[in-house]
């Protein structure tokens, strides 16, 4: 069985910064790349940033500059270091792992931001 828990949500202000946390744990054979997406009320979810197992990185334009994403791959873990905060980062973030079998989604980490 696979987990794949977010953490690190939280509310700040305008300028401010968090950063998300991915931990991926149980019976994966390997992990052909990892992504941060985020789904803001009445809005589609969208693909933020990913990173692949080469280290290859997208990142949106929405967030180009500002975030940051990265893998802990001694600790099966993908971070999103997230800066100058704007109120339309306002979303639940949800961490994505795919495999060459199978992709899997954490439950989404609630980030606020606002005055």
């Known amino acids: 069985q696979v987990h794949v828990v977010e953490s690190g949500g939280g509310f700040v202000q305008p300028g401010g910064s968090l950063r998300l946390s991915c931990a991926v744990s149980?019976?994966?054979?390997?992990?052909?790349?990892m992504g941060w997406f985020r789904q803001a009320p009445g809005k589609q979810r969208e693909l933020v940033a990913s990173?692949?197992?080469?280290?290859?990185?997208y990142s949106s334009d929405s967030v180009k500059g500002r975030f940051t994403i990265s893998r802990d791959y001694d600790n099966n873990t993908m971070l999103l270091q997230m800066s100058s905060l704007k109120p339309e980062d306002t979303a639940v973030y949800y961490c994505k792992v795919v495999t060459p079998t199978e992709d899997y989604w954490g439950q989404g980490t609630q980030v606020t931001v606002s005055i």
């Open positions: 990173i692949t197992s080469s280290n290859t990185i």
């Open positions: 149980g019976s994966i054979f390997s992990i052909y790349a």
